[in-house]
């Protein structure tokens, strides 16, 4: 992900805290919040529907 762009980007939440890059993940995580959200080809979907939650994160594996 582009430095630059990440830098700008931020949680669509009321508190607009910074997003980190997760490489091998494919996502950008919000410093605050802890929310997942996806990048689909290249694009990064920072929809709060979209966005995974704190502990919802591989909830399904066993």
Not at 26 to 40: A, K
């Amino acid at each position: 992900m582009d430095a630059q762009l990440l830098e700008i980007l931020a949680c669509p939440d009321a508190h607009h805290a910074p997003l980190r890059h997760d490489p091998a993940g494919q996502s950008l995580t919000c410093t605050e919040c802890g929310r997942i959200f996806p990048i689909r080809d290249g694009i990064p979907v920072l929809l709060l529907d979209e966005a995974e939650t704190p502990g919802e994160a591989g909830a399904d594996q066993s």
